[in-house]
């Protein structure tokens, strides 16, 4: 942190000031404090909720390499998968690309693309939104 | 061998607001809030120009700021570890 007062601050406090002077903190040090939302009191076992993939009012389409919603059968797409994900098979997949089993590994960047786009109200968006809490 | 790619969600995506020296970043994809305090909002705006690897981004911000200290490169690796690690950048 700078500690100083003299910067732009407002609105839209991240349009650059030619020349300001930027901190970049030690290597060890940390800039990101994620705040647990109360969401995280009501999750009892993190890792055992379940992501289907995609989600049931999306039953059929295939996942493109971006994670979007395709036509069945589209070239390059990814075939919805049998079972929902497990958390603790998701959290492996996002954080090392760790294939769940019996997932085709060739397709596992397209679910992993598709539930990093799940909005809240989408099924499956807690259990998402639950992995990323820090613990 | 060029190093990862690094992406940021489009600002739509994240709605922000300026405290006093720190920054509270809503992240409307994961519905997370984070605390973050300088050089990450800088960082993340510098993404938001589009997908960079490490040096790229370097480029990006010294064309807006002075750096101090003369680890650059590996202070901004540590931060943008932090970033991925709380949903707010991933690797292509």
Redesign the interface.
Same mark, same amino acid.
Request: no cysteine; net charge positive; glycine share 10%.
């Given at each position: !942190?700078?500690?100083t007062d003299d910067d732009q601050? =407002? =609105?839209n /406090?991240?349009v650059? @000031?030619?020349?300001? *002077?930027?901190?970049?903190? /030690?290597? /060890? /040090?940390? @800039?990101?404090?994620? *705040?647990r939302?109360a969401?995280a009191q009501t999750t009892g076992s993190v890792l055992a909720c379940e992501i289907p993939v995609p989600g049931p009012q999306a039953g059929g389409s295939y996942i493109g390499p971006d994670g979007s919603l395709v036509a069945p059968g589209t070239q390059g797409a990814a075939p919805p998968l049998a079972r929902p994900l497990r958390g603790e098979e998701v959290k492996q997949l996002l954080q090392s690309g760790t294939t769940p089993a019996g997932v085709d590994p060739t397709s596992a960047q397209a679910y992993a693309n598709y539930i990093?786009?799940? %909005?809240?109200g989408m099924s499956g968006?807690t259990c998402?939104?639950s992995l %990323? !809490?820090p613990r | 061998m060029p190093g990862p790619q690094y992406h940021a969600d489009p600002e739509a995506a994240v709605k922000s607001v300026a405290l006093d020296g720190l920054s509270l970043i809503f992240h409307a994809p994961s519905g997370m809030t984070h605390i973050v305090a300088p050089p990450a909002p800088e960082i993340l705006a510098a993404l938001r120009l589009g997908p960079a690897e490490v040096g790229e981004l370097i480029a990006r911000l010294s064309a807006w700021y002075d750096f101090e200290g003369d680890a650059a490169a590996d202070a901004i690796e540590a931060r943008l570890a932090e970033l991925e690690s709380a949903g707010l950048v991933r690797r292509a």
């Open positions: !942190m700078s500690g601050s =407002g =609105g /406090a991240f650059p @000031t030619r020349r300001t *002077v930027l901190v970049l903190g /030690a290597v /060890a /040090a940390s @800039t990101v404090v994620t *705040v939302p969401l990093r786009r799940l %909005q809240a968006f998402y939104a %990323q !809490m | -």
